[in-house]
């Protein structure tokens, strides 16, 4: 038996492949028969996994509660035998993680067997990796690189192994451990006074000079204020005590009267008002900051459901697939695209770009021998975007000829934007 796992796929395209698997084996190379999903897939379903991560952890997407643990990881693949025909049945399979792409030992292993064995159905399985035996945390956070070894039965641990992506380590961004958050870990402007917690800032948070006379109540200096032998405050005119009348650190929280509130009024506090490096770790209370402050903005949008339309050497929108974000700081954007081309008539190659700002930015090319090719076409990426408003779209065309049509509705685009 010949088996050849697959990173996770979305579903969508899982049923395009069920629907036209026939059609895509005769047009393209065994090799590629062999390798369906493509890897760019699986990006595309981490992507949404970590935004659905985020969704439930800030109470946005109320999921199962098995969906939430950060310690697994969905699987899926397609089993055939030594002839390329998908399987179908229960089968034993053992599942490794590793700091390497070959040898090494083991640094995870969970075996679903007897009554887990895995349920094969046309070649296609789905596994949640870590609901048998749980991934320690340890596993993600300290190795850069993690590949996933698979055996089937009796059978050798297949190789290649499988490399999984980097974008499952940015749920990990969605727990802050405990005093974790150093004061180099936060950039300049980044802690407001929305986000200190009322009560927290004493004395020795204050630095010489930051009360003046500016900040107290005309009258609540009294004679119990000041050292013997002071002036009591029926002497002193409105307005005349200033900072440069008061030592360093003479007034204290014990000097001032009940009528005195050290503790500012909520949004009182702006970002001004704070010196650079002055919020450090002792300064934020615990779970202050939390995960709805460090949040990404996600989407996917899908394409037109107005049917599939036909291509020529002119550029041409694809119909639904189309955003906009609007990041206010300078932000980082993981882009997933897939889309549902056919390759006829005499078109020699479909060309499908992305676009930012009307700029092409990413080519994705559907060609092969014969006069028929029907396949998805995926590319993930990322790329740096500057504070304003930015429209990526998709654009299709005929590298020469003409005949071939894209289907908007089985194409997607989704994006996950994050703080750079």
Known sequence: MKTQPHPPFHKA?????????????????????????????????????AGLFWAQTAGALPLPQAASSIS???????????????????????FRLYAASTEGVPLWEEQWTGPNGVQVSDGLFNVMLGSLSPIAPSVITTNPNLWLGVTVGTDDEMTPRIQIGTLPFAVQALTVPDAAITTAKLADDAVTSATIADGTIVTADLADGAVTS????????????????????ATIADGTIVTA???????????????????????????????NGAVTPEKIADSAVTSSKLRPTYGQVYGSPAGPFMLNTTRQRIPGMIITVSPTTHQVLHLSATVDATRQGTCDAVVTYLALNGNLIK?????????????????????ALAPGTHTIEALAFCQTGSGAQINPENSTLAYILFAQ
């Open 72 to 94: 697994t990881i969905p699987y899926q693949g397609r089993l055939a035998d030594a002839g390329g025909l998908p399987l179908t049945g229960t089968y034993t399979m053992v």
């Open 13 to 49: 395209l899982l049923q395009l492949l069920r629907d036209y698997r026939p059609s895509l084996r005769m047009s393209l190379p065994v090799n590629a028969r062999r390798f369906l999903p493509s890897p760019g897939s699986t990006l595309f379903t981490l992507l949404l996994l």
């Open 245 to 275: 009348d008061l030592a360093n650190g003479a007034v204290t929280s014990a000097k001032l009267g009940p009528d005195i509130n050290l503790v500012p009024p909520d949004g009182s506090i702006g970002t001004v008002k704070l010196a």
């Open 214 to 233: 500016a900040t107290i109540a005309d009258g609540t200096i009294v004679t119990a204020d000041l050292a013997d032998g002071a002036v009591t405050s």
């Open 363 to 383: 080519p994705l090319v559907l060609s092969g021998a014969g006069s028929y090719v029907r396949a998805s076409i995926s590319a993930s990426f990322q790329i």
